[in-house]
């Protein structure tokens, strides 16, 4: 019979608990994980890395179609859809491969199958060869999420789709509806409309990307309409007629129902946690609208319980689950550690043009109280971008006037996702306008444009 008592046990296999499994590994504990379908969780497999690769396909073929601006001549332009998802599922196998690999090499017991708490420090876990019981001091719920589904809104999987059908269609979309204008919403209207899909994105707030700075969705919206796309605010999709080959969407804005037909719809309203069948409320853990209520270290109230990444609330973000199981694994073994701050904790979305922030939006910081100043720069007045080809977007810094705290950092345009991280490094070491404003920023560079908007929000802009 295999070992059934461990320091540890983590719930979970994705970026939340196969990480905090790794690193309470690497600090000597004995730590078992228990996965009920793939290593590296849905991030790995059926979100933010495939989705990644889709996108990365579309936007070489969108820069194909450019060639001529770039002196170059590319024609017969084409994709394959099939090999496109093929390369995708291939990124994504070869990297929860190598989670297994990174579980094996720190010594982590792997258990496939279901798990349920079954007492105090005490977990069941159920697959095709029966049950077994585990049993540890601590234990680590980190189950994840999974997409919410709307009632007569639900996916079939043929014309309704959830992220999953997205990302191995069982046909290529002519006329697509996108319900939810979120991250996941919109990074598959951006990779669709790219590839010369007909497409509609409906939100029910005011503005796509409604989490960004008002300016940000702005901007981004205007790029996403002049690339073809229909965006519709304000709106909700009330109800979908289902037939062989088409949908038929009764889209409601400002009291009136619309009508649309179209033959694929995709729908992203956000997720839900997967708390179903756990244990939770007989261990005497809170739940509130399928999430888990715990304390900044994450601990859940009931003892030698935690709870981290998707499940344990927002913000619904792969790093902020990872951060969250190395600091329970430090913990854990006794070392000090530092809450994780959702307010320092970055959000990129990969549409075509990229959007990422962190900190508060210049909304957020006025409603907080603060005497703000805001610096921006556009992508326009900087060399690089002009060179890459990709001169719209724009970089926007929000500062405390009082104490020249930097506040918040939101950009819209090309690779900002890679660019955010060093306003994430800048707050982490509470910097302030000074500190950034005497950094030398390397040229030419599209992070020249960081440093012009804090130079910009002083009024000492250069080359604006």
Same mark, same amino acid.
């Given at each position: ?269 956000? *997720?839900? @946690?997967? %708390?179903? $069948?756990?244990? &939770? /409320? ?7 609208? #399928? ?128 660019? *955010?991280? @060093?306003? %994430?490094? $800048?707050?982490? &070491? /509470? ?7 005497? #950094? ?25």
């Amino acid at each position: 019979m295999a070992d059934t008592q461990f320091d540890m046990i983590v719930i979970g296999a994705g970026p939340g608990g196969y990480v905090c499994a790794i690193r309470g590994a690497q600090n000597g504990l004995k730590v078992a994980v228990v996965e009920r379908e793939h290593l590296g969780g849905i991030c790995l497999n059926w979100g933010c890395i495939p989705t990644k690769a889709l996108l990365r396909s579309s936007e070489v073929f969108h820069l194909m179609h450019r060639a001529k601006e770039f002196g170059l001549k590319a024609e017969g332009i084409d994709y394959d859809i099939d090999a496109v998802v093929k390369r995708s599922r291939g990124v994504a196998k070869q990297l929860s491969g190598g989670v297994g690999h990174l579980l094996k090499k720190n010594k982590v017991t792997v258990v496939m199958g279901a798990a349920k708490l079954a007492g105090k420090g005490k977990v069941l876990v159920t697959n095709n060869d029966g049950e077994q019981t585990l049993s540890a001091k601590t234990i680590v719920v980190a189950t994840g999420a999974r997409a919410r589904e709307l009632p007569g809104l639900e996916a079939d999987g043929e014309r309704v789709w959830t992220y999953r059908h997205a990302l191995n269609p069982p046909h290529m979309p002519k006329k697509l509806l996108v319900i939810g204008s979120g991250a996941i919403g919109i990074e598959f209207a951006s990779f669709f409309n790219t590839l010369g899909t007909d497409t509609t994105v409906v939100e029910v707030m005011d503005r796509v990307l409604p989490v960004e700075d008002e300016e940000i969705s702005k901007h981004a919206k205007k790029q996403f309409e002049k690339q073809g796309m229909t965006i519709m605010e304000k709106s909700t999709v009330k109800k979908l007629d289902r037939a062989k080959d088409k949908v038929t969407a009764h889209i409601e804005k400002g009291g009136k129902v619309e009508k649309l037909e179209f033959d694929t719809v995709i729908s992203a309203v956000g *997720i839900v @946690g997967n %708390v179903e $069948g756990l244990g &939770l /409320e007989e261990a005497g853990i809170k739940v509130d609208r #399928t999430h888990v209520i715990t304390d900044e270290y994450c601990r859940t109230g009931a003892d030698g319980i935690f709870a981290i990444g998707d499940i344990a609330g927002a913000p619904w973000l792969a790093h902020k689950a990872s951060h969250e199981g190395v600091m329970v694994a430090d913990m854990v073994a006794g070392k000090h550690a530092h809450p994780v701050k959702p307010e320092s904790i970055a959000g990129c979305t990969y549409c075509h043009p990229q959007v990422a922030s962190v900190g508060l939006t210049e909304a957020k910081a006025k409603e907080a109280g603060y005497d703000i100043k805001v610096g921006r720069f556009p992508f326009i007045g900087n060399g690089k971008a002009i060179a890459l080809g990709e001169p719209e977007g724009m970089v926007k810094t929000i500062f405390d006037a009082k104490t020249g705290e930097l506040l918040g950092a939101h950009m819209v345009g090309a690779e900002v996702t890679e660019l *955010i991280q @060093g306003y %994430v490094v $800048g707050r982490q &070491l /509470e910097t302030t306008e000074e500190d950034l404003m005497q #950094t030398v920023f390397p040229h030419p560079t599209l992070s020249e444009m960081m440093h012009e908007s804090v130079l910009d929000a002083y009024g000492a802009a250069i080359h604006f």
